[in-house]
C-alpha cells in the first residue's frame, strides 16, 4: 500500500525580515500525518518560508516540496503528489483572506492569469485608473475560470462608471479558480495606460 500524507494544521506562523531581499517573509510550520493503512500514522512538522508575492500555487508548490523531503529524509518514504492531501477546511490557512491583482495596459489585452485554487474565490471588485492622465474610453473585464484556459466575464468597467470608481459583484457570487483582467477596448486620451485593478474574497 501507498503512503499518504495529510495536512492537519497550521503549528505555528511569524513574521520576519529577511536582510538579504530586504522583505518581510512569514514562516509557517504545519502539522503533517505520514500513514500507511493498517499503520499507525506517524506526525512530523515541516516549515515552509513564504514570500507576499507568492501566488496560492507557488504555496502549494513549497508546501509539496518540503512535504517530500522531510518524508524521505525522515521516513525514507517516496511521496508522489496526489498522495499528499490538503484537506477542503485547511487549504486557505497558509493563503491571505483576499486576492489582489494590478495589470497595466496601453493596448487591448489580457492581463497575468491568478491562480486562486487553494483559495476559491467568489466575490469581486475592479477599478480602472489613468497613469498620467485621464484615458477617453476604455472596456475593462474581471473573467473568472475554473480551469485557467476557459474564462468567462464577470465583471465589466466603462468610462460609463468613471474612472477609479470601483464596480462591485455584491451579492452575486462567482466561484472561481483563477481570474484575470481583459481589456477589450482602449483609447488612452491624455493617459500613458491605464492600470486595472482586481480584488477577490473568498
Not at 505520514?34 to 513549497?62: C, H, Y
Not at 477542503?88 to 491562480?115: C, H, K, M, N
Request: net charge negative.
Amino acid at each position: 500500500m501507498a503512503f499518504k500524507s495529510v495536512f492537519i494544521n497550521v503549528a505555528s506562523c511569524s513574521v520576519f525580515f529577511d536582510p538579504i531581499s530586504s522583505r518581510n517573509l512569514t514562516r509557517v510550520s504545519f502539522e503533517m500525518l505520514l500513514a500507511e493503512s493498517g499503520e499507525n500514522p506517524r506526525a512530523f512538522n515541516p516549515q515552509v518560508i513564504i514570500d507576499p508575492a507568492d501566488s496560492t500555487a507557488a504555496i502549494r508548490q513549497k508546501m509539496i516540496d518540503v512535504i517530500k523531503a522531510q518524508a524521505l529524509a525522515d521516513f525514507a518514504v517516496t511521496l508522489p503528489n496526489e498522495d499528499i492531501l490538503f484537506p477542503t477546511y485547511s487549504t486557505g490557512l497558509a493563503t491571505a483572506a483576499s486576492e489582489t491583482r494590478t495589470d497595466t495596459f496601453t493596448v487591448p489585452g489580457s492581463g497575468q492569469i491568478v491562480d486562486t485554487s487553494l483559495r476559491p474565490l467568489s466575490a469581486f471588485t475592479i477599478t480602472v485608473k489613468g497613469v498620467g492622465g485621464d484615458p477617453t474610453s476604455w472596456d475593462a473585464r474581471l473573467e473568472g475560470s475554473l480551469d485557467g484556459v476557459n474564462f468567462t466575464q464577470i465583471l465589466q468597467h466603462t468610462q460609463l462608471v468613471g474612472i477609479s470608481q470601483a464596480v462591485f459583484s455584491g451579492s452575486n457570487r462567482y466561484p472561481a479558480l483563477f481570474f484575470r483582467s481583459r481589456v477589450a477596448g482602449l483609447a488612452l486620451g491624455l493617459a500613458s495606460a491605464i492600470e486595472v485593478e482586481i480584488l477577490g474574497v473568498p
